[in-house]
């Protein structure tokens, strides 16, 4: 008969190795000194963010003053845009990931010493 908590701090060991296994894999690949794959992996660090960007440009439009309202018609929109876009498309840079990764290890390394 298997017991159960054992079972579930082997299955809690896998994971805490894969986690141990992509924070590495994601260290090592920020290394890589080829041109054409660190500009790509440049891209991703340094991931644009239209959500906030569309956001800004509509606030600086709502803002400004002018007789017409234009500019209001116009910068509205272009806010509730700026906000979907950044629900919907997330500006996480591999760094962000990485971070994530070692909270996520630090994490199943205290649960596994509470356990033992």
Not at 3 to 17: E, V
Not at 95 to 116: C, P, Q, R, Y
């Amino acid at each position: 008969m298997v017991d159960p908590l054992k079972a579930r701090l082997d299955k809690i060991r896998n994971i805490s190795g894969s986690a141990k296994r992509r924070a590495s894999l994601y260290s090592d690949i920020a290394k890589i000194d080829h041109t054409h794959t660190s500009t790509s992996l440049r891209a991703l660090e340094k991931a644009p963010a239209p959500g906030k960007k569309l956001q800004k440009v509509g606030f600086i439009m709502f803002w400004i003053p002018e007789p017409t309202g234009v500019t209001m018609a116009i910068g509205a929109p272009m806010i509730v845009a700026g906000r979907y876009l950044e629900k919907k498309y997330n500006s996480a840079t591999i760094h962000d990931i990485g971070h994530e990764t070692k909270n996520h290890i630090a994490t199943l390394s205290d649960f596994k010493n509470s356990v033992m």
